[in-house]
C-alpha cells in the first residue's frame, strides 16, 4: 500500500495520512522568513509576515523651532479671545481625517480640526510679559465652545491653576478646535514675544 | 485523514488591509487590529523625593534627574536608564529602535529668590536637542510646563533632560509639596 500523493501546497501526509500544514502552504500567505515577533498582517489580497504596527492616532504640533510671534498674526497686541498660535514647520500628525490649518502662508498653526471621537488634549503655552501678569488658555471650537480644561502661566495668577492643560473630551463630529486665550493680564506685544511661543509652547492630541 | 484549511480564513470575518492574524484567548486564530495595551507607556515614574539641594553651579548644563525607587515602570524592553551624577537619580535614558513621544514635566522649589529654569529633551548620542523647550518657574507651583517630543529611532540613542539656562539656585524638594515630576516614552509605532 502507497502513501497518499494528496499534497497540501509543500506539505505531505504522513504514513497515517495526516497533514501537518505551514503556513507556507497557505495560499493566501505570501510570506518570507519570518523574524521573532513578528505577524500575520492583512494587505488588501494576502496575509504577509512583519512587524506589528499599531494604530497610535496622535498629533504633535511645536517642536522647539525658532520663529517670531509676530510672523502668526498682523495684531500687535496680545488679548482676551485671541487665538495662540504655534509654529511647526513638520508636525507630526497620525490623526486619520483630520487636518491642520495654518496663518497665511507660513508655519504658525492657528486651528486643527478633528474627526469625531475621543480625545486627550494636552497643551503647554508660553508668552513674554511686559510685568508680573497672567495669561488663561483653554481650547474652544468654531462656535466658540469651550471643549477643554484650563490652563494658566504666569507669575501673578488671580486662578489655581495649571500650567497644563490637559482634558478628555469626546467629539460626536468633525469639530475644529483653537487654542484661546480666556484671561490675561501684562502680556508682552505681538513685537515683544519674539521666539518665545514658538520655541516653549506644544500641543499634542491623543485619539483614544 | 485529517483534513485542514488551504486558506487562513477565520470564520466569517473578512479581514482589513492592516489587521493582524493573532491567537485570541481560546487558543484559535482571531483577526484583530493590533492595539498596544501592557507595554504601551514605555517608562513611567510617580517619584518619591527626598529632600535634595543643588545650587546653580551644579545644574547648569547638567541634567534633571529622578529618583526611581518608586518608579511605576512599565517598559516593554526598548528603554533602559542610567545612573546621574547622584547615584540613585537616574540621568539618562537610553531608548532602542522605534518611535515614541517623550512627555515630560518637572517642578522645583525656589531655594531663594524666584528664579526659572529652562530645560528641553537631549539627545547625548548625537548632540541634538528635541522637542520644545519647558520652564520651571519663576515661581514655585506655577508654568511649571510640559516638554512634548517626537522620536523616530532607526538606532539606539540615549537621551536627557538637559538644563539650558537659570536665574536662580533651586531645591527639589518634596516634603510637604506638591511632587509634580513625571518622564514617559510612549511607544507609537
Known amino acids: 500500500m502507497s502513501h497518499n500523493t494528496y499534497k497540501i501546497g509543500t506539505s505531505e501526509p504522513d504514513r497515517e495520512g495526516d497533514i501537518a500544514v505551514n503556513t507556507t502552504s497557505l495560499s493566501d500567505i505570501t510570506e518570507t ?26 498629533m ?34 497620525r490623526i486619520t481625517g483630520s487636518t491642520i490649518q495654518k496663518y497665511l502662508t507660513t508655519d504658525w498653526v492657528t486651528s486643527v480640526t478633528l474627526p469625531a471621537g475621543n480625545y486627550i488634549i494636552m497643551a503647554s503655552y508660553e508668552v513674554e510679559f511686559s510685568a508680573s501678569g497672567y495669561m488663561s488658555f483653554l481650547f474652544k471650537d468654531s462656535s466658540n465652545n469651550v471643549v477643554s480644561g484650563r490652563g494658566a502661566i504666569g ?11 490637559q482634558s478628555y473630551r469626546e467629539f460626536t463630529s468633525s469639530t475644529t478646535i483653537r487654542l484661546t486665550i480666556t484671561n490675561i493680564s501684562n502680556v508682552a506685544t505681538v513685537a515683544n514675544q519674539g521666539n518665545t511661543p514658538a520655541q516653549r509652547s506644544s500641543i499634542m492630541f491623543w485619539k483614544v | 485523514m485529517t483534513y485542514k484549511t488551504t486558506q ?41 523625593f527626598a529632600s535634595w539641594t543643588g545650587t546653580a553651579d551644579l545644574f547648569l548644563n547638567a541634567e ?50 524666584p528664579g526659572t529654569i529652562l530645560w528641553r529633551l537631549y539627545n547625548e548620542t548625537d548632540a541634538t536637542y528635541h522637542g520644545n523647550t519647558a520652564r520651571i518657574g519663576p515661581y514655585q507651583n506655577n508654568a511649571a510646563q510640559t516638554v512634548h517630543a517626537y522620536l523616530n529611532l532607526t538606532a539606539s540613542k540615549t537621551f536627557s533632560f538637559r538644563v539650558t ?25
Open chain 1, 60 to 93: 504633535l504640533i511645536g517642536q522647539g523651532e525658532t520663529n517670531a510671534y509676530s510672523n502668526s498674526t498682523s495684531a500687535t497686541t496680545i488679548s482676551d479671545g485671541d487665538t495662540l498660535h504655534l509654529y511647526d514647520t513638520s508636525p507630526i500628525n
Open chain 2, 64 to 113: 534633571l534627574d529622578w529618583r526611581t525607587a518608586n518608579a511605576a515602570v512599565y517598559n516593554d524592553g526598548t528603554v533602559t536608564t542610567s545612573a546621574g551624577i547622584y547615584g540613585q537619580w537616574t540621568a539618562n535614558y537610553t531608548l532602542g529602535v522605534g518611535e515614541y513621544i517623550c512627555h515630560a514635566r518637572w517642578a522645583y522649589r525656589s531655594r531663594t529668590t
Open chain 1, 155 to 165: 507669575a501673578n495668577l488671580p486662578e489655581n491653576a495649571s500650567g497644563y492643560l
Open chain 2, 165 to 189: 539656562s537659570y536665574t536662580a539656585a533651586v531645591e527639589y524638594y518634596t516634603n510637604n509639596y506638591m511632587p509634580c515630576i513625571h518622564v514617559k516614552f510612549y511607544r507609537v509605532d
Open chain 1, 33 to 58: 522568513t519570518p523574524l521573532s515577533g513578528q505577524v500575520l498582517t492583512w494587505s488588501g489580497s494576502a496575509w504577509t509576515n512583519s512587524s506589528a504596527t499599531f494604530a497610535q492616532e496622535f
Open chain 2, 8 to 48: 487562513a480564513k477565520v470564520g466569517t470575518f473578512t479581514p482589513a488591509p492592516q489587521q493582524v492574524l493573532g491567537v485570541d484567548g481560546s487558543g484559535g486564530f482571531a483577526i484583530a487590529t493590533p492595539t498596544r495595551t501592557d507595554f504601551d507607556i514605555a517608562y513611567s515614574a510617580d517619584p518619591e
